[in-house]
């Protein structure tokens, strides 16, 4: 993975922690987890009943971004996200355990440097279809405490990952995670929202486990173990950053150098020795500080509008102990169902996810190496119309 040249390295990642209030975090609280238990039964109910009905009427109306096709879109995008499959290529251990040691009866080790494991773990990422790969040490604390189903996740000297009803067990010698980023179809998403966004983050959900799985059973058959994972087990946005990916942004998401946000991530935590990638800076924080663009533009307001990246924290789904700008993730999911197929409006909007042009590659590294402009440069991105919604014929018509 190459950064453009005004991409720096960091000894350390680019965000703050309070150690004291930086616990493992409870999966069961995220707003998937517990939306009912923070809004209420009866409103729950009502916005999924508003949500259906809204499907229902567009559908009819034959509404652009909404119609038939565009759902059609969305619904074949979840082929993989929405069945077996990603169950099966989530597993914590081989499901091809008989192939496996068909390949490799002897469980032979991969005998290389960590430089050269590191350089051959990335190619294959790459190979099975990541567009950014990172490495990094594996920092417990970015760890969930229980998965979504209460099942505490810890860690213990087995040789092997160990899945129960009763728990979750990752190996001591498993040091080490790789983060991936994998792409989502910048047309599509600059629709947000309608089904077609929608459809752009379910394919990379679809891609996800197909990405992390493979990687997964490449490092198995090398000989050792490897747990891929999608958004569970732990957080992927600090494990990004960790690993050189990008950093994060007022909206709570990794802006990547080349891609800003608009990918999604997946990470294999593994017992293979491997170098690691340095967190990076290319001036994210310091530019979210004036632009406030995602915050500005979000209909739910569920974005912080504060100058400044803060500890105090919106609700219970918010990771305590980490300086940033924390969502309030309730008002973001209660828009999803609004607009009945997810936002990104917040991934539209955003300066750093324009299309990869001359013009912009010269606006990110001034950002990058001075902070003298960013206000100009957030003022001309409204100025220009950047991040204006694009009609759905535009993609059909691509």
Not at 17 to 45: L, N
Not at 334 to 340: A, F, G, L, P
Not at 356 to 378: K, P, Q, Y
Request: net charge neutral.
């Amino acid at each position: 993975m190459r950064h453009p040249w005004w991409v720096k390295t960091r000894p350390e990642p680019k965000y703050e922690i309070r150690a004291e209030d930086y616990e493992r975090f409870d999966a069961r609280k995220t707003v998937f987890g517990s939306f009912e238990e923070y809004v209420g039964e009866v409103r729950a109910r009502q916005l999924f009943e508003q949500s259906r009905s809204r499907r229902v009427a567009a559908l009819a109306a034959d509404e652009p971004g909404l119609s038939l096709a565009d759902r059609a879109l969305a619904f074949g995008a979840q082929t993989v996200w929405q069945s077996e499959a990603q169950q099966t290529l989530y597993s914590w251990t081989s499901p091809r355990s008989p192939a496996l040691e068909a390949l490799n009866p002897e469980r032979r080790r991969l005998d290389v440097s960590p430089e050269q494991a590191a350089r051959i773990v990335k190619r294959a990422a790459r190979f099975y279809g990541a567009l950014m790969v990172g490495i990094a040490e594996l920092n417990r604390s970015h760890v969930y405490s229980h998965d979504h189903r209460g099942r505490p996740i810890v860690f213990r000297d087995t040789p092997e990952p160990v899945v129960t009803d009763e728990e979750l067990v990752i190996p001591e010698s498993c040091r080490w995670v790789v983060a991936l980023a994998v792409r989502q179809d910048w047309t599509a998403v600059m629709g947000a929202p309608n089904a077609l966004s929608s459809a752009a983050v379910a394919l990379g959900y679809s891609t996800m486990p197909v990405v992390a799985g493979s990687l997964a059973e490449f490092i198995r058959a090398l000989g050792y173990n490897a747990i891929p994972c999608g958004n569970d087990t732990a957080l992927s946005v600090p494990i990004a950053i960790d690993a050189g990916l990008g950093e994060f942004g007022r909206h709570a998401r990794l802006i990547t150098p080349r891609y800003g946000s608009n990918v999604r991530l997946a990470k294999v935590i593994c017992d293979l020795p491997m170098s690691v990638d340095r967190p990076i800076d290319f001036g994210v924080v310091e530019f979210c500080m004036v632009c406030k663009k995602c915050a500005l533009h979000c209909p739910s307001g569920a974005i912080s509008l504060e100058r400044e990246p803060s500890f105090e924290t919106r609700g219970p789904w918010n990771r305590a102990g980490v300086k940033m700008w924390h969502e309030d993730a309730v008002k973001c999911f209660e828009q999803w169902h609004r607009e009945t197929t997810g936002c990104s409006i917040c991934v539209r909007v955003c300066p750093y996810n324009h299309a990869d042009t001359v013009v912009h590659r010269a606006v990110m590294a001034a950002i990058a190496t001075t902070t003298l402009f960013n206000r100009l440069f957030a003022a001309a991105d409204d100025l220009f119309g950047y991040g204006r919604q694009v009609p759905p014929q535009a993609f059909w018509a691509s």
